[in-house]
């Protein structure tokens, strides 16, 4: 699985994409990660040069009908996107991707929304089954200019019923949940949470912690002696009840 990622601050996803599960995944190239700053593909119009050798690209600009806030230009995003695109059709050598199983790219294109579609395990599990690439467009200030969707077909997609400062963090949640479902990426494939009998409480060693509250009173906590037993039947009704 391919992802590709619009956004105006690529360093925002380091720090999680390279630890853990997720970077594992990369350096043993089951997911591969790339990004694509806006800036980066501003039309010439957008740019400044200063004296000192600095350029400001201008990504974004007032709302048109007044209102707070600023909003992305759809020029930058374009062209981001058709490079996205150029890149997994590999006509652009010198950045296309590693080569799939034979595979004939088929790409969906996510922009995030407080009023898409909830994303949820099965959407992730749907979407890694039926696609090889998937570009996620993060929006930034007030939003991105609606154009943007006229010119490209994209799903409007929703973490939550909040408003985030800016799709990083969505595109993060979905690249950790869609990796999940690919074979490989997890140590053992069984344990995606969704396909075992789990309860919400999970226990590990030792079998009986002792702690001191405020008053220095002592008090034991032990594991559930259900989950000592040894019988898995009588382990998977309790999950199945306290699930």
């Known amino acids: 699985m391919k992802f590709h990622v619009?956004?105006?601050f690529p360093e925002s996803f380091d720090s999680y994409l390279s630890e853990s599960i997720i970077g594992r995944a990369q350096k043993e190239?089951?997911?591969?990660?790339?990004?694509?700053?806006?800036?980066?593909?501003?039309?010439?119009?957008?740019?400044?040069?200063?004296?000192d050798g600095n350029v400001t690209v201008y990504a974004d600009g007032k709302p048109y009908g007044g209102g707070p806030g600023m909003v992305l230009r759809a020029e930058?995003?374009?062209?981001?996107?058709?490079?996205?695109?150029?890149?997994?059709?590999?006509?652009?050598?010198?950045?296309?991707?590693?080569?799939?199983?034979?595979?004939?790219?088929?790409?969906?294109?996510?922009?995030?929304?407080?009023?898409?579609?909830?994303?949820d395990t099965e959407y992730a599990k749907t979407t890694v089954k039926k696609y090889t690439d998937i570009i996620f467009v993060c929006g930034r200030y007030e939003g991105i200019d609606a154009r943007i969707k006229k010119?490209?077909?994209?799903?409007?997609?929703?973490?939550?019923?909040y408003v985030l400062t800016g799709g990083e963090l969505p595109a993060m949640v979905c690249i950790d949940c869609m990796s999940r479902q690919i074979q490989g990426v997890l140590g053992n494939f069984d344990s995606r949470e969704e396909e075992r009998v789990s309860s919400h409480d999970v226990y590990t060693r030792p079998e009986i912690i002792v702690h001191k509250d405020v008053k220095g009173k002592e008090k034991k906590y032990a594991v559930p002696a259900v989950l000592l037993s040894g019988d898995p039947k009588l382990i998977d009704a309790w999950k199945k009840l306290y699930n």
């Open 76 to 119: 930058p995003y374009i062209k981001a996107i058709e490079k996205a695109l150029a890149v997994i059709a590999k006509k652009i050598p010198s950045l296309s991707l590693p080569k799939g199983k034979g595979k004939t790219p088929k790409i969906k294109i996510i922009f995030f929304s407080p009023g898409g579609k909830m994303f």
């Open 6 to 8: 619009v956004t105006l």
């Open 29 to 51: 190239n089951r997911i591969l990660v790339r990004f694509y700053d806006p800036r980066k593909y501003a039309p010439k119009d957008l740019k400044k040069k200063w004296p």
């Open 151 to 161: 010119v490209f077909k994209m799903e409007d997609i929703s973490i939550g019923n």
